[in-house]
């Protein structure tokens, strides 16, 4: 699906996705990702919501941002809660969901100007 914003300019926005394939300012990404609107860290290593860890959830609350949206691959899955544990220490707002709704709700909250990461886990095909 191709997505369109007008008000990003000068940030990074999700620009279209679909399986296997998220792209970003037209860059098109097809391994997991951190994303904030002025940073896009790539080839964070999960590629399933079974191989997350701590530590790269750590990496994700090293990125200082209250609110933080796990797109968990093709479907809503939820990780362990041991694993969130450098999030809620921080006091992170951590929101779960399918990758692609992710993907929307980054892209709203970027525009609204909200300081918002997105943890992206693309699924690897088998």
Sequence with gaps: MKLHST???GLLAITAYDAGR?????????KSFLLTPRRLIENWPPDSVDS???ADLQAVADLDCPIVLLGTGPRQ????????RPLIDRRMGV???DTHAACRTYNILMAEGRDVA???IIECAA
Excluded: D, Q
């Excluded at 998220?22 to 097809?30: D, E, F, S």
């Excluded at 899955?77 to 969130?84: A, I, K, N, Q, W």
């Design 77 to 84: 899955r939820f990780p362990s809660p041991v694993l969130l």
């Design 22 to 30: 998220i792209t970003v300012n037209g860059r098109p990404l097809t």
């Design 95 to 97: 929101e779960v969901m």
């Design 7 to 9: 008000v990003t300019a």
């Design 52 to 54: 997350l860890t701590e």
């Design 118 to 120: 997105a943890a992206l």
